[in-house]
């Protein structure tokens, strides 16, 4: 069986929202030391495509 490309970007998107979801749920919950730490995960994942991407914009 194929998957187009819109089956694997919407499973992809899907899973990202409900992960997402999910850290940041518990981050609200937990609150302090927890969410500190994963907010700083979080900054670390979202600085790899800048820092590995080829265009000096």
């Known amino acids: 069986m194929r ?7 919407f499973l992809t998107v899907g899973a990202a929202i409900i ?3 999910i850290i940041g749920a518990v981050a609200g919950y937990v609150g302090g030391f927890a969410d500190n730490v994963l907010m700083r995960l979080m900054d670390v994942l979202l600085a790899f495509p800048a820092c590995c991407s080829r265009s000096q914009s």
Do not use: W
């Open 3 to 9: 998957a187009s490309l819109a089956q694997v970007g």
């Open 19 to 21: 992960v997402g979801s």
